[in-house]
């Protein structure tokens, strides 16, 4: 199959096959979108060959990029500074824990554990360190966690965690270069000045020119990741940073942000997720399922003891506790990074990043799955606003109400 019209096709018919199951099992679509994605890239691989949904295609690969990278700036957008400035010590303190507690107990379990050199079980360390700001953040969308405070700490503490991996990566593995620094130099200058543009757009062409803001927001995105990219670094870091900036633009119009976030749901997000479920190699991880098991067991319970207690500290009802250290708890964009990473730079053989991706994809499931079933703090939903029909993943407004807003262009 190479024609990209019935790839495309054949992914959305599985977007839309998730969407339904989503539904009916009233859990994060994001997450069932991984499950029928590791389906699909099983029957594909036993009926049809590895190649046969197009996962590894130049254009699919993007799109699923760009859905990883428009996500991470919606995230980013949503960390309002007033709120990130009243939970600064809880942010910091739960996303350094976060980011530690695995990538010490990880390596440590694969040097010592599993018998790995130092180098991969390094990047072991790394990949597992990782909290996934994409499934978090999806999974704050469908439920209108993501308009209260406590949503918003939970994505500042992921921000933390991931910005201490990637971190990590680059001082273990990626030498700093003058790319690097000239990354770094435009990076603060764009976004520098990213807020004051972006009002100007706004107030002179906004609402006279079709979605000028939109296709400005991924101008910018899209330039700062080919500029992460040419220095070595990863696109979806710029990203982040670039939602915080514009947070204040992003909760002036609303109606803006639920066009972007219809976009991103819509098209770009099942490539993404759906290609990281179609990765799973099952043979692999049936020929050695102790690696597995011990990969993720010591990722999720590195996570639980190091964060469940310092969590207690800032939430004192039990369900909101377990739920921040289970969505703490999960992995995706820099976990998959991290393992590719080190897979194309020699670090860690084929086995050894089936395993990792294996595990990272699993930990973006297995913990949300139990948080939104067990430990979901439905008690906080009566403090979410009232909610747009597009502003949720799955649709629809779960108290059964859709408020209606007046579109304007841009």
């Given at each position: ?302 996570k639980i003891f ?22 703490m708890s999960t ?26 991706v294996a595990v ?51």
């Amino acid at each position: 199959m190479s024609d990209p019209f019935t790839i495309a096709a054949v992914w959305f018919a599985l977007a839309v096959l998730a969407t339904i199951i989503a539904n009916k099992l009233r859990v994060s679509v994001a997450l069932i979108e991984i499950c029928v994605g590791v389906a699909a890239g099983a029957v594909a691989l036993r009926f049809f060959g590895s190649d046969w949904l197009g996962a590894n295609t130049d254009w699919l690969k993007f799109l699923a990029s760009s859905g990883a990278v428009v996500l991470t700036f919606l995230a980013g957008a949503e960390l309002e500074p007033a709120v990130l400035k009243t939970k600064w010590k809880e942010v910091s303190v739960v996303g350094l824990i976060g980011f530690f507690a695995p990538f010490l107990a990880c390596t440590a379990l694969a040097k010592y554990g599993l018998g790995w050199d130092s180098k991969a079980s390094l990047l072991a360390g790394v990949a597992l360190s990782t909290t996934s700001m994409a499934v978090v953040y999806a999974v704050m969308l469908d439920t209108g966690l993501n308009k209260i405070s406590f949503g918003k700490g939970i994505l500042g503490a992921c921000f933390v965690n991931d910005l201490g991996t990637v971190i990590a990566l680059g001082l273990i593995f990626a030498p700093f270069t003058y790319k690097t620094a000239v990354f770094i130099g435009v990076t603060v200058l764009v976004l520098a000045a990213l807020p004051f543009v972006t009002k100007w757009l706004t107030k002179k062409y906004a609402y006279g020119t079709a979605a000028i803001r939109t296709k400005w927001l991924l101008l910018i995105l899209f330039g700062l990741g080919a500029l992460a990219t040419w220095s070595g670094s990863e696109a979806v870091l710029p990203a982040y940073i670039a939602g915080m900036a514009l947070a204040g633009a992003a909760a002036e119009d609303h109606n803006w942000m639920r066009r972007v976030r219809t976009l991103t749901v819509g098209l770009l997000t099942p490539f993404y997720f759906l290609r990281a479920g179609s990765l799973v190699t099952i043979p692999a991880i049936i020929g050695a399922p102790f690696v597995f098991v011990a990969l993720l067991g010591g990722k999720v319970a590195s996570k639980i003891f190091g964060l469940y207690p310092v969590i207690g500290r800032y939430n004192k009802h039990r369900k909101e506790r377990w739920y921040y250290t289970l969505m703490m708890s999960t992995g995706l964009t820099f976990g998959t990074i991290s393992a590719l990473y080190g897979y194309s730079h020699n670090i860690i053989n084929q086995d050894q990043y089936s395993f990792l991706v294996a595990v990272v994809i699993a930990s973006a499931v297995v913990p949300t799955l139990i948080a939104t079933a067990i430990f979901l703090p439905k008690h906080l939903f009566e403090h979410i606003p009232m909610l747009d029909e597009e502003d949720e993943f799955n649709g629809g407004n779960k108290n059964g109400n859709v408020s209606q807003s007046s579109e304007r262009g841009g």
